[in-house]
């Protein structure tokens, strides 16, 4: 099978909006409200549907998918900082872990608490085969990442891309 840019693109598009559209079902239909790190994970996704589908219709430069792949490694990085958090190789963002500072006052723990959101990033809400949300994101992000990479430096090379002979 020849992988052109367009197809590239197409297929690239189509996996995050997968993931998005994974998300957003598990948020509505199984009610796991997303944390903090969750929202920030969708973001790249959001641009990557964006550029597949802006490089489909209006630009038409290979280097879309090299953007692709920027993206793609953000969504990557930001799901294993998220799986490092889960799994408390370091703590998360502010208001988003379970951390209390030892010396805190009461007005402040106070406030602190009424800040703190109700879904804790360190928390894992769902997972299949022993694998987090948050893994998955980023296991599927870079394989996104390296398709695209993949996909551009063969197209820039005027190579065919057979997968299946």
């Excluded at 900082?81 to 190789?89: I, L, R, S």
């Excluded at 299949?128 to 870079?142: D, K, V, Y």
Aim: glycine share 6%; aromatic share 12%.
């Amino acid at each position: 099978m020849e992988i052109s840019y367009r197809k590239a693109l197409f297929f690239s598009g189509l996996a995050s909006l997968s993931l998005l559209v994974g998300a957003y079902s598990l948020e509505i239909f199984a009610q796991l409200e997303p944390c903090k790190l969750c929202i920030w994970q969708r973001w790249p996704h959001a641009i990557i549907v964006i550029l597949a589908l802006s490089g489909l219709g209006i630009i038409k430069n290979n280097e879309t998918l090299l953007l692709i792949c920027l993206s793609a490694i953000t969504a990557g990085t930001l799901g294993f900082y998220h799986t490092g958090v889960e799994q408390g190789w370091w703590s998360g963002p502010e208001g988003c872990s379970n951390q209390l500072e030892t010396e805190m006052n009461i007005p402040d723990l106070t406030t602190m608490l009424l800040a703190t959101p109700v879904v804790k990033c360190d928390q894992i809400a769902w997972s299949l085969l022993g694998i987090s949300m948050a893994s998955w994101n980023s296991i599927s992000s870079f394989s996104i990442a390296f398709f695209s990479f993949f996909c551009w430096h063969r197209i820039k090379k005027k190579r065919k891309i057979n997968f299946v002979k």
